[in-house]
């Protein structure tokens, strides 16, 4: 656990001259040229507490985000598959001792249901999220639950990538995760401050911090190449945890020559009988919250950052221009509750946590194209072996939106012509127009000729 250096980030946030305007700035300019930030210099950034100096760093981060990724939004789905758990953390109305909560483990059926319902949304990514139960989430069940995924098929329409959410495995059970065809593995440290973890965890597996810390390390040295950390915020102070976050990325990159693929930033929402999340120790702000976004993006400028549907869409919205990559949307977080939300069941008993964004995705898509950004379904990178340092080569590179933009619009279009209601499809066709008229040489014309396939009838159209 050498890599969090606890001492050494706390130093880090009592020196002085960290907090000095002029090096902030220095920082911010340098930070344009989207080649990383070190620990101290994120540092200084998160200490940022003037209003024009913050605005700085909010624009440079957007810019930054472009200049890597484009105004590309990339959207998924979660689907919880069980609720049962072996772990009491004390933020989570899954945790054994929360005897109210209705458990429930879908079974392979029910999970086509689930697909079935969000393929016809025109979602073609989702994030397998699960409870720790060596019975209910097992990685036979698993295994049964990816397959079942990818099966669906709905006039043209699939789950194009499978990603997961799950406990720490072995190294061999990692090998049969990747054998299932899965894209990018995910675990949250949760809190990278030991003591807090410890106050976090009361017992069960995930007791075992070091356990979780090198998931990751066993899961690259499994084979998985796409991995996703992360940092549920509000348990302790977010400088800290951001530093310690960072650390985590910068020790995957130098040892493995792959930094995290995603960063995800969860905030603690309210969660039935979980003493911790309805008045977490250090609740973040949102001020706080969008500048901790603001220098992830600077620091590891080649990393997506995901949000999920716990902010509220104003939140979100604000969070798109500073540099947030990766979407959720019309999520649920209770196993069966998108089939069961159309029944009108009461799905609350048996979620995870409560949503600040309950808009579908086309309400979604439909905002975020009113916005500016590009919403993406595209998988292509996963299905082109572009996974692990390939990907990462282009993306440090500042070369991926090259391949993305085609791919970006054409998988776009294809959810116009097959999903999208009829205002959404209005702004949609008129933001496409102004897409495509922005590009220019071989990008125009590979786009133009992958979105006439769509527009003949042609799905699942990628390069
Ligand atoms: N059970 C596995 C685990 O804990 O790693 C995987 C799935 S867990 C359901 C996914 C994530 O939900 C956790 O890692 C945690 O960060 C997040 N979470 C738990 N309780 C939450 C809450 N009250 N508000 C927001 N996110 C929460
Ligand atoms: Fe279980 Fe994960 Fe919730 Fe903890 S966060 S109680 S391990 S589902």
Not at 60 to 75: D, F, S
Not at 246 to 271: C, M, Q, W, Y
Not at 409 to 421: I, K, R
Request: negative net charge; charged residues 25%.
């Amino acid at each position: 656990m050498e890599f969090i250096d606890e001492g050494y980030i706390s130093s880090l946030l009592e020196e002085k001259k960290l907090n000095d305007p002029l090096r902030q700035k220095e920082i911010i300019q340098k930070s344009r040229d989207a080649k990383g930030l070190t620990l101290e210099e994120s540092a200084a950034l998160l200490n940022i507490t003037d209003p024009e100096i913050s605005e700085e760093l909010f624009h440079v981060a957007r810019e930054v985000k472009e200049t890597i990724y484009g105004n590309r939004l990339v959207l998924f789905a979660p689907l919880y598959i069980t609720n049962q758990c072996v772990n009491n953390c004390l933020y989570c109305a899954f945790r054994r001792d929360n005897k109210e909560l209705k458990r429930k483990t879908l079974s392979l059926e029910e999970i086509h249901q689930e697909i079935e319902f969000l393929v016809k949304q025109g979602h073609k990514r989702i994030l397998v999220v699960c409870g720790e139960h060596p019975k209910k989430s097992g990685m036979e069940y698993i295994g049964e639950t990816i397959k079942t995924i990818y099966e669906v098929n709905f006039n043209g329409g699939n789950i194009r990538r499978v990603n997961a959410n799950t406990a720490p495995l072995s190294i061999d059970d990692f090998k049969l995760l990747k054998s299932f065809g899965i894209g990018t593995y995910q675990c949250f440290q949760e809190t990278y401050h030991y003591s807090t973890y410890l106050q976090m965890h009361v017992d069960g597996p995930k007791r075992d911090y070091a356990w979780r810390l090198y998931a990751m390390d066993r899961a690259l040295q499994a084979g998985i190449e796409d991995v996703g950390i992360g940092a549920l915020f509000g348990l302790t102070d977010y400088k800290f945890e951001t530093l310690a976050m960072l650390s985590h990325a910068f020790n995957l990159d130098n040892k493995f020559g792959i930094g995290p693929h995603t960063i995800s930033v969860p905030r603690i929402e309210p969660a039935l009988n979980a003493p911790v999340s309805h008045k977490p120790p250090f609740a973040v702000d949102d001020f706080s919250f969008k500048k901790l976004i603001a220098v992830i993006r600077l620091a590891v400028p080649y990393t997506g950052i995901i949000l999920s549907t716990r902010e509220r869409a104003e939140v979100r919205r604000e969070l798109f221009k500073v540099g947030v990559s990766q979407i959720s949307a019309g999520s649920r977080t209770s196993p069966g509750a998108y089939k069961e939300s159309v029944e009108s069941m009461d799905e609350h008993d048996m979620e995870q946590f409560q949503l600040g964004d309950h808009r579908t995705l086309d309400e979604v898509v439909k905002d975020t194209c009113e916005l500016g950004f590009l919403p993406s379904f595209c998988t292509a990178c996963y299905r082109s072996d572009r996974t692990g340092d390939r990907f990462m080569e282009l993306a440090k590179s500042g070369n991926i939106g090259k391949l993305c933009v085609p791919n970006a619009l054409s998988t776009f279009q294809e959810y116009v012509n097959d999903f999208a209601s009829g205002g959404t499809k209005l702004a949609a066709e008129k933001f496409i127009e102004r897409e495509i008229g922005s590009l220019e040489g071989a990008t125009k014309r590979k786009t133009e000729e992958m979105i006439k396939k769509v527009n003949d009838g042609e799905h699942d159209v990628f390069f």
